[in-house]
T-cell receptor, first 115, second 115 residues
């Protein structure tokens, strides 16, 4: 497994502003992912954060809205840009420690409320 | 395309009752992985189990047991003698071998265990 931390744990933001969420892992991992969980809903993959290259976004998510950085094998950031109330969600990062096993371990999440 | 269905959105039981959470999946891949995660009220996702498509042996871990049936594309989760601390949302997830570790989540089942 892996120990994953996220900052901030929660935030309340104003419409039109941006928030950057940090994800730190206690070991080097190849694959990091960002998910969104809207209130009362399941998890939806936003993008795969690739070290040394641009993130790979899923359908419905774009880089301008959710820019991602992955400067090294233990750290990634997700920015939620130009926020609206519809962006109110829990944002979770996850890592795959052993890509051959498929399982992902999740950070504690960032609970975002946009007013 | 892969899909995971958790038909039970909410289940309520009294402590010490047994409860089974259903999970049905769809995939065209012959190699895939199935997972269960627990999300307590605090919000973090806790990994419970991973099962690969070639291993249909059922598994028991304490009060938890899992029944994998490829013939019916199901991967059901049973909690024996439920406890209040089992109250959480439980997610079933699928990862196809050629999907780069991408997890597809079911809609989740909210389990409420009353004292």
């Amino acid at each position: 497994s892996a120990v994953i931390s996220q900052k901030p744990s929660r935030d309340i933001c104003q419409r039109g502003t941006s928030l950057t969420i940090q994800c730190q892992v206690d070991s080097q991992v190849t694959m990091m992912f960002w998910y969104r969980q809207q209130p009362g809903q399941s998890l939806t993959l936003i993008a795969t954060a690739n070290q040394g290259s641009e993130a790979t976004y899923e359908s419905g998510f774009v880089i301008d809205k959710f820019p991602i950085s992955r400067p090294n094998l233990t750290f990634s950031t997700l920015t939620v840009s130009n926020m609206s109330p519809e962006d109110s969600s829990i944002y979770l990062c996850s890592v795959a420690v052993d890509s051959s096993r498929g399982e992902q371990f999740f950070g504690p999440g960032t609970r975002l409320t946009v007013l | 395309a892969q899909k995971v269905t958790q038909a039970q959105t909410e289940i309520s039981v009294v402590e010490k009752e047994d409860v089974t959470l259903d999970c049905v999946y769809e995939t065209r891949d012959t190699t895939y992985y199935l997972f269960w995660y627990k999300q307590p009220p605090s919000g973090e996702l806790v990994f419970l189990i991973r099962r690969n498509s070639f291993d249909e042996q059922n598994e028991i871990s304490g009060r938890y047991s899992w029944n994998f049936q490829k013939s019916t594309s199901s991967f059901n989760f049973t909690i024996t003698a439920s406890q209040v601390v089992d109250s959480a949302v439980y997610f079933c997830a699928l990862s196809e071998n050629n999907a780069g570790n991408m997890l597809t989540f079911g809609g989740g089942t909210r389990l409420m265990v009353k004292p």
